[in-house]
């Protein structure tokens, strides 16, 4: 289901369908260093991990992680949504992009619109985001779309520190 559309994207609800997608994503090798391994080897992973992250979202929460996606021929490129994670008192902004497809300007675009979204649709006040210490070009986008330093912290369960940055209107 289409949830959002921008001048050069579309941001779709993730589906089984995009377990392949997913797969390779969730593999590369940005993705595992800056976020972490999730366990995804194969279809069925990427099915199970699709179904107990960002559906299940969808349907508790209303919002999750989106396909984003060329309007032009539909390709999938990576992925942009809100989260609301146990660990966070705060609603916080998520993307991944293939490769391939950074420093064109998707992951900007798509973050906008989506911070957009969650403050009109969803009435957020707040919106913020975490990051590594090393992710310059997430640390640059956040910072490109509004969004301020805050705190250096540590998430539960987690072994290395994160950046939080906050977004308020």
Do not use: C
């Given at each position: 289901m289409?949830?959002?559309?921008?001048?050069?994207?579309?941001?779709?609800?993730?589906?089984?369908?995009d377990?392949?997608f997913?797969?390779?994503l969730?593999?590369?090798?940005?993705?595992?260093?800056?976020?972490?391994?999730?366990?995804?080897h194969?279809?069925?992973d990427?099915?199970?991990?699709?179904r107990s992250?960002?559906?299940?979202?969808?349907?508790?929460?209303?919002?999750?992680?989106?396909?984003?996606?060329?309007?032009?021929d539909?390709?999938?490129?990576?992925?942009c949504?809100?989260?609301?994670?146990?660990?966070?008192k705060?609603?916080?902004?998520?993307?991944?992009f293939?490769?391939?497809?950074?420093?064109?300007?998707?992951?900007?675009?798509?973050?906008?619109?989506?911070?957009?979204?969650?403050?009109?649709v969803?009435?957020?006040?707040r919106?913020v985001?975490?990051t590594?210490?090393?992710?310059?070009?997430?640390?640059?986008l956040?910072?490109?779309?509004?969004?301020?330093?805050?705190?250096t912290?540590?998430?539960?369960?987690?072994p290395?520190?994160?950046?939080?940055?906050?977004?308020?209107?």
């Open positions: 289409q949830v959002l559309e921008t001048e050069r994207l579309t941001l779709h609800q993730l589906a089984f369908e377990a392949a997913i797969l390779e969730v593999n590369e090798p940005a993705w595992l260093r800056f976020i972490g391994d999730k366990q995804v194969n279809l069925e990427a099915r199970n991990y699709i992250g960002p559906m299940d979202r969808y349907a508790r929460q209303g919002f999750g992680l989106y396909r984003v996606e060329l309007k032009a539909a390709t999938p490129i990576g992925i949504g809100l989260i609301k994670r146990d660990s966070l705060d609603v916080d902004i998520g993307f991944a293939l490769p391939q497809y950074r420093s064109q300007g998707y992951g900007r675009e798509s973050a906008a619109a989506v911070l957009a979204y969650g403050k009109t969803f009435r957020l006040q919106i985001a975490i590594s210490p090393d992710n310059h070009d997430s640390i640059k956040l910072e490109n779309i509004g969004f301020a330093y805050e705190q912290l540590r998430l539960s369960g987690e290395r520190e994160t950046l939080l940055f906050a977004h308020q209107t």
